[in-house]
T-cell receptor
Framework: LAKTTQPISMDSYEGQEVNITCSHN???????ITWYQQFPSQGPRFIIQ???TKVTNEVASLFIPADRKSSTLSLPRVSLSDTAVYYC?????????????FGAGTRLFVKA | GAVVSQHPSRVICKSGTSVKIECRSL??????MFWYRQFPKKSLMLMAT?????????EQGVEKDKFLINHASLTLSTLTVTSAHPEDSSFYIC?????????????FGAGTRLSVL
């Protein structure tokens, strides 16, 4: 499973766009990139998953450059309720199976 | 995605007692479930992989006799913390792996906060 590196914490204000970048230099050809969100005292929640270029859903966008050595989670117009820890994970369905190893994550603080 | 129910949400027990935590996959038959523990301000640590109908696979450093896992059906896995001690106090979270169109996605329970006095 590829190792990921994220900023430990980030601050933002309500209404701003927040971009959290994750480095995964050793990403393998078959690896996908998945982001989870965790609120205090709750289990993580799946946000978005992608392989290359851009993926967008109702919650966020995921930007992946051509070399795939990094990815950026973009949260549009954050609110106070987006304060949480965001985890970036990289893995392969076939070889890694379901096993998921979490890194330290990024603590996002959204201020009023 | 899969809906995962975890019970209880919080438990307080005396040192030396055993505590059982249940993890149910409500709408998905899960041959594999995962158990994590999380200390305050720390990331999730994978404890073990629970396999339906067979023995669980434990991560290095996790005592299998301390943390008993039973996955007797496709919808239920249980974690029993035996002879709990204060150092076992933590947030325990289970998850179900669902095969997506490309990559597996984990769906997590709400977690169980264990406090051992």
């Amino acid at each position: 499973l590829a190792k990921t590196t994220q900023p430990i914490s980030m601050d933002s204000y309500e209404g701003q766009e927040v971009n959290i970048t994750c480095s995964h230099n050793n990403i393998a050809t078959n690896d996908y990139i998945t982001w989870y969100q965790q609120f205090p005292s709750q289990g993580p929640r799946f946000i978005i998953q992608g392989y290359k270029t851009k993926v967008t859903n109702e919650v966020a966008s995921l930007f992946i450059p051509a070399d795939r050595k990094s990815s950026t989670l973009s949260l549009p117009r954050v609110s106070l309720s987006d304060t949480a820890v965001y985890y970036c994970l990289v893995g392969d369905q076939n070889t890694g199976g379901f096993k998921t190893i979490f890194g330290a994550g990024t603590r996002l603080f959204v201020k009023a | 995605g899969a809906v995962v129910s975890q019970h209880p949400s919080r438990v307080i027990c005396k040192s030396g007692t055993s505590v059982k935590i249940e993890c149910r996959s409500l709408d998905f038959q899960a041959t594999t479930m995962f158990w994590y523990r999380q200390f305050p301000k720390k990331s999730l640590m994978l404890m073990a992989t629970s396999n339906e109908g067979s023995k669980a696979t434990y991560e290095q450093g996790v005592e299998k006799d301390k943390f008993l896992i039973n996955h007797a059906s496709l919808t239920l896995s249980t974690l029993t913390v035996t002879s709990a001690h204060p150092e076992d106090s933590s947030f325990y979270i289970c998850s179900v792996g669902e095969r997506g169109p490309h990559q597996n996605i984990q769906y997590f329970g709400a977690g169980t906060r264990l406090s051992v006095l």
